[in-house]
């Protein structure tokens, strides 16, 4: 049996070199006996600082960086067996690389749970160090905090702080080693005492304040703050001392807040609430296109406004020639709050510009004014708006028509078509010929833009497109016939 | 009016934040101070700093700026019908106590909201100038929350994105009805388009890799929003529809569900009882179940009655028991997205079960070390050596599983 004693508590360099030449020597796990500075000698130890092994070289292999990434956080657990956990792991794996995802294996398990104890022990020092004032006489202002960790976490934790207060002159002192940073320089030391640091600092009172204040007593949960903030931590933590007394009025001020009802308001309030009064009486009919596009964003005539962003409402000259009406605002539309921004908007502006229509000169709406979709993850699957829906749109779509008062309406898809029609419409029935309406408007009905865009088939897609353009020609053409 | 001492201000400031449930600091891009030569740091995973004892993260130095509001919504202790007691910071002073707290290692940083005072522009612009103030004035690298105000032109937004981590709108309620008979002032619609316009900024902000010139910086900690339950009378299944909805449209990390707790000086058309903290503890479940275990919200709430969840036993539990002809599930085949429908098997569990049945298949004594606690999961698996044969159809299961009610532990 040999006894390697390790200089450091915690360092893995070390204890990885000493593995290695162990390894070398094909010492297996079981004849060895790992030693940290601080352990008791065993009764039977034959203490040994060299590691002798006569002439052997066995091969080491490769070890999985998944081992070594462990390895380097469990080495600063506070179970004096780590390192011959380590160790007879390092052993095995030479000979199954594999068993490092065995999350079953007894030693996996053991070495998973010291490493999660080492990180919540680091975490813990990264939440609960709670920095003192000092400033000298010459005005010089540095810090400094007393902690005591359940495992040797200073080392792996000090650069956190190093990162987080550079601009801070700095110290941390632990019953096992302290932590320095001068600015420039982390430096350890040895280990000290509470006595080391301050025990006051004059910001203390204001962060009681605080933890006092932002506690809600109606919401006590002390065995969930007790399990995040184990009880231990408390003596080193300024508000802590105010637990005990928060919690025992906790009831009491919860009863208050139920029992106190509402006093008379503030007079500031009442004179307000009148202003606003006065207000509301005057919003007055729709009598503009304006007033419809200010008055659509409280539309709740159909349960669509709960889930879009907002109303998308028509935009485009007043007096234009040319009404184009879509089915609905999609994903984009929505959140821009303007209508055919989106992938089909594209293909639309193309294509009418491809015909010579002045895209400046046409008004742009859709028969539904909120977006309709189904959640599915980050993303928002349009849906096709119901009969009801395009019914109660309606409304909106007459206003558009009464103001704007188009000579040439044309019927995007048969959403739009069936609204603008009030019956069930089929686009390939219906397109290629202007069709009269008892307002003496002339319709033509075509695909909708986003039609095009779901064709897989490349030569289909061309096929629709050509068939797109020549509806939208014939628009342009009844069009110049009317100004001449 | 005596002028109110600072800790005064920060006793009253800090009461009226405490409604606000997130004290998160996590999710942001890496930052530390090394170069700066100041004070501040951010690395991904967020610090609790400390626990009050209603078992909630502290995490942010969180504080309103004000609390007068012009507003008057009902559920709000800061309403302008109320009579608690008002208090202003300067914009100086909340920096400087951002500045004392965080050197002494209390806090990850400020999460700044206000009431409105004057109008949604002249406010932001005062978060706005606290948030540029740490920055540009104190080389401040922590986590800063902002707190949008709805209406506030699109300029101060891109600017508070310049030096916030994070922007949050609040939805308050989780249908239009419900805010507009709590919240006469503020319109469903215009929180909503502020979400959008956020979502429009974040995604301008994406860096793109080809091009050289990089986009301004926003947010990059991203944008959420929080629901007030409890308070009117929707149910579970409006409340997850609507976050659904949200998490869709906006891409937000986080909704927040916040039990309504009784305020001081409160209206008598509230819920004057003990926040519902189990209903916000099963919300916050259900919607980790949609979001990371590809549940959708007709699932979750069909393991409820009415349109309400379970509260009794967890969501995933009671969509299962509801749900026995899918069960039991076979360890050693099943693939991933039928193991995380099981009971008591974790997206980290889930992963080590696939990672270790490569080597060799799984006993229940495997599963039991993986997982942590079988009790759960064995009526809903099979292993090499375990079925659980009638267990799974058992019509005491659900009895079995329900966790007895707990004595309220206190000292």
Known sequence: MRTVILQSLNDFDEWRGQARELLRGGVSPEEVIWRDPKSEPGLFEQTEQEIQHAGKNHPVGAVPPAFMALARTAVCHSDPERFDLLYRLLWRLQADRGIIEVASHPDIVRLTR????????????????????????????????????????????????????????WAIVTPYSSAYWDGETLAFGDGGTKADVPPDDAVEEDWKTYFASIFNPARLKVAMMKSEMAVKYWRNLPEAELIPALIRGAKEAEQAMIERTASQPPSHHLKRAERQAIDKEQQSEITSLADARAAVQGCQRCPLY??????????????????????????????????????????????????????????????????????????????????????????????????VKPKVIVALGATAATSILGKTATI???????????????????????????????????????????????????WHTLNN | MAALTLRRKLAVLSDAAKYDASCASSGTEKRDSRQSGGIGSTEGSGICHSYAPDGRCISLLKILLTNFCVYDCVYCVNRSSSNVERARFSVEEVVRLTLDFYKRNYIEGLFLSSGIIRSPDYTMEELVRVARSLRQDHSFGGYIHLKVIPNAAPEILAEAGRWADRLSTNIEMPTDVGLETFAPEKRPGEIRTAMANIRGKLAEAKPDRKAKAQPAKFAPAGQSTQMIVGADKADDNAILTRAAGLYSGYKLRRVYYSAFSPIPDSSARLPLKAPPLMREHRLYQADWLIRFYGFDVPEIVSGGSDGLLDLAIDPKL?????????????????????????????TRSVERIIATRRHHSLRLDDLALIAGSIDKVRPFVETVDWTPGGLTDDHKLRARLEPQPEQLRLF
Not at chain 1, 312 to 331: L, R, S, T, W, Y
Not at chain 1, 359 to 371: D, G, I, L
Not at chain 1, 428 to 436: D, E, H, Q, V, Y
Not at chain 2, 322 to 340: G, W
């Open chain 1, 428 to 478: 390939s029935k219906l397109r290629g010929a202007p069709i009269a309406m008892e307002d003496r408007t002339v319709l033509f009905v075509t695909n909708h833009p986003s039609y095009l865009l779901r064709i897989p088939d490349r030569n289909l897609a061309a096929v629709e497109q050509a068939k797109f353009e020549q509806d939208l020609a014939l628009v342009r053409d009844h």
């Open chain 1, 114 to 169: 010291m490493e999660s104890a080492v990180r919540r022990e680091s975490h813990k020092m990264k939440a609960f160090i709670r920095f003192k004032s000092i400033v000298d006489d010459s005005g010089l202002e540095r810090f400094a905090a007393w902690f005591e960790p359940d495992h040797y976490v200073l080392e792996m934790t000090a650069p956190f702080f190093e990162r987080r207060f550079t601009g801070m002159m």
């Open chain 2, 318 to 346: 009671a969509w299962a028991l509801t749900q026995r002809q899918k069960f039991p599930v076979d360890i050693n085949r099943a693939d991933k997205e039928l193991l995380l429908r099981v009971p008591g098997l974790g």
């Open chain 1, 306 to 403: 709960e889930h879009a962003t907002q109303a998308v409402f028509g935009e485009g000259p007043e007096n234009a020639d040319i009404m184009f009406v879509g089915e609905q605002p999609g994903d984009q539309e929505d959140l821009a709050g303007k209508p055919f921004v989106g992938p089909a908007g594209k293909v639309f502006d193309a294509a009418v510009e491809k015909v010579g229509i002045d895209r400046s000169r046409v008004y742009v709406t859709n028969a539904v004014k909120h977006f309709k979709f189904e959640p599915r993850g980050k993303k928002r699957i349009h849906r096709r708006p119901d009969a009801g829906e395009v019914t109660a749109c309606k409304f909106w779509l007459n206003l558009e028509r009464a103001f």
